[in-house]
């Protein structure tokens, strides 16, 4: 699908020979396949551990679209010239004018997190009671539309799209190839034209749904993986890791900090880990590691204070694989491994 301003908009930045996503750090590959993908008008499937940034990018996406008119106050975002919902199609042929407001790229963005909770009437929409009483149940003023539909004109993005129910899948399948949704008793089409943005984890095996064939025949998949290096992920935690006034963090500190949080990616024991600690623990340990070094009344943050936070930070971030003499027991795995990567307490 061609979504508005969005390849005009990546083409103006290659024509400059700049990089629509110079904002995210890394992942070069990741960000050449997303592009590619965009390009040529498809779907993307990005595929990887959580805590890697793909939130990020598919924000930044957002970010970089430009402006597009639209009807104040329709959920749907409607062209004023080509109005599609019937609100907004009633009030034209009346030869009402349509208000028309500026709706910015960032806003141009729906997330939707995918859980085997979630219903046709979470994605397609719903009927609200009140109006329903109103109006009656078949009027289309009952009618509140899902998420699928307010994404009309931008970018969805579906988040551990493979942990949906099946029956959701085959919902989502019909409105990626027709662009548009029929709600069953309304009798109209609603147009649901977005670009998706979709994420799953290949490592998670608990309450996920297989992807059929014809869902992911949809999409191109992209991999995106954890900081290629030290050093690109020591730049991500200056950039976006706070920092708390009066604490120092010294290069030897955050270096072990890397080394302890790239460990638990390496496995160095072969088979203890199915999921190490994300680039979101890298953040995590860097900010509660100052905040530790501020409760003892230091200026300056140590391995001792890492130590002192690592466990806690990062053993609900990993998991340990069944075959794993440390499976349900993440903490003695992390543990082990500071052992090996701090240096042995001073007391
Ligand atoms: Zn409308």
Redesign the pocket.
Known sequence: MNLEGLQETLANYLEKSEDPLGAIMGQEEAKKGVLASILAGHHVLLEGPPGVGKTTLARHLASILPAVEA?AD?P?H?RPSD???P??REKKDKGDTLETISIQGGQRFVRIQGSPDLTAEDLLGDIDPSMAFQYGCHDWRAFTPGKLLKGNRGIVFFDELNRIPEKLQNALLQVLEEHTATIGPYDVDYAADFLMLATMNPLEHAGVEELSDVLLDRFDVVTMGYPETALLERQILLKYGNRLDGIDFPDDSLDKLLVAVRSTREDPWGKEMDQGASVRAALALYEKAQAQAWLRGDSSVTEEHLRNVAVSTMAGRIKTSPESKYYDDAVGLVEELLQEVLSPSKG
């Open positions: 009807v329709c749907f409607c109005p599609v919902c609100a907004c």
